[in-house]
């Protein structure tokens, strides 16, 4: 069964000038009833989890806006002015932006895109940086600018996460993983060029019911950081279904999680989808 195709186009970035690939999704329907379609029994792990997440509405989505928390280690340099423990997120999935507003009274807001940044500081200042789209090496995590390009580009993974197994993705189905008394399916993704990921390759792992429990992935930020997001606590918000909870932490070997302190917690507390 293939729920979606993506078709990949090359246009012109408005900002740079730059030729930037985007992908646009065409729903392709094949019913269960079709004569000599497969039995369920043969869906493969991506399309379980792409239908446990919604399936073909993830096509047709184009907006989101969500309210929701941040937290950990990560974003402290940030909350000595700002308190990120309810903001709101809005995601335009045609431009590949997330506009963070509602952690200052005052009108402070920050903007994201895969290639720059902006940031309206309360006091009306409005800064602008360029940065080389993700994947790729973060800079000092002090920064401002890269701050704030990190939690755009972690908000846009956690809305977007059943995307990263659609159409022109090359996946690998690495059997089962015990953990926490349950037995997850675990999928490699590695990221088409030009898609908008914290790591050009990640290990996904699934439950039975093909909901998201885990991810495995490395950043650059002067060294290579080892790390690991769980995610739980479902929710369906407009026929589509996200975790509502993500938790990343550092992990030393492969599969074995090093530290309880959070590097980054994210709590949805509701999304709209459009």
Known sequence: ?????????EQCSPKSGARVQYYNMQALWTTW????????????????????????RWARLRHFVSHLMLD???VEPLEGRHSLKEIVAEG??????????????????????????????????FIGARREAAPRPFRNPKDEAELVYLCGLSIWSCMTAPL???????????????????????????????ALACAS?????????????RTDFDVVCGETIRLVDYTSAHQS???????????????TAPGAAADRKPVLDIEIFDVAFD
């Open 164 to 194: 990263a197994v659609l159409g022109d993705v090359d996946a690998e189905e690495l059997g089962t993983w015990s953990e926490h008394g349950q037995t997850w399916w675990r999928l490699r993704v590695r990221a088409p060029e030009g």
């Open 201 to 213: 390759e990640a290990v996904m792992y699934f439950g039975d019911d093909g909901l998201l429990r």
């Open 92 to 125: 335009d999935l045609a431009r590949r932006s997330v506009r963070m507003s509602g952690f200052s009274d005052a009108g402070g807001a920050w903007g994201f895109h895969p290639d720059f940044v902006t940031i309206r500081h309360d006091d009306g200042a």
């Open 72 to 74: 950990g280690a990560l």
């Open 33 to 56: 009833s079709s004569p000599g379609a497969p039995e369920i029994g043969c869906m493969t792990l991506r399309d379980r989890v792409f239908e446990a997440a919604g399936g073909a």
């Open 237 to 251: 918000f407009c026929g589509l279904t996200v975790p509502t909870l993500h938790r990343t932490v550092r992990r």
């Open 1 to 9: 069964m293939q729920w979606a195709e993506v078709f990949k186009t």
